[in-house]
């Protein structure tokens, strides 16, 4: 069901592999694009658990947006393994406008069909969303 701001719809692989990631932690993280000529947002690339914050960040084009999903584990101050999803609006200064606008108005709807985001970062450069950023954000 297309969205009436932004005429974008959400496949329904981008829901399935973001319970997957949730429910069975299937995947460190997920990132998702928006396919412009069939108005929709899709799977882009998905990585196995053992990807590394790194990894996961060079995924992310340069000079394109993207919406990302990323599992993030930490240890707190208690010495208590948790995991906090992020929802990524990744947004840098480059994009084209055009582009930027589509996601910007297409961000919220997309969220809401992702069901169990707990923090939400929106990116327009690297250093913004770097593990130490995850890691004040997360506890």
């Not at 974008?8 to 460190?28: G, I, N, Q």
């Not at 882009?44 to 599992?71: M, T």
């Amino acid at each position: 069901m297309a969205n009436a701001a932004s005429g974008m719809a959400v496949h329904d692989d981008c829901k399935l592999k973001f319970l997957e990631l949730k429910a069975k932690r299937t995947y460190r993280f997920i990132v998702f694009k928006i396919e412009e000529k069939s108005k929709q947002v899709v799977v882009e690339k998905v990585a196995e658990p053992i990807q590394s914050y790194e990894d996961f960040a060079a995924s992310l084009p340069a000079d394109e947006c993207r919406y990302a999903v990323y599992d993030f584990d930490f240890v707190t101050e208690e010495n208590c393994q948790k995991s906090r999803i992020f929802f990524i609006a990744w947004s840098p200064d480059t994009a084209r406008v055009r582009s930027k606008m589509i996601y910007a108005s297409s961000k919220d709807r997309f969220k809401r069909e992702l069901d169990g985001i707990q923090i939400e970062l929106q990116v327009t450069d690297p250093t913004e969303m770097g593990l130490d950023v995850f890691k004040s954000r997360a506890n």
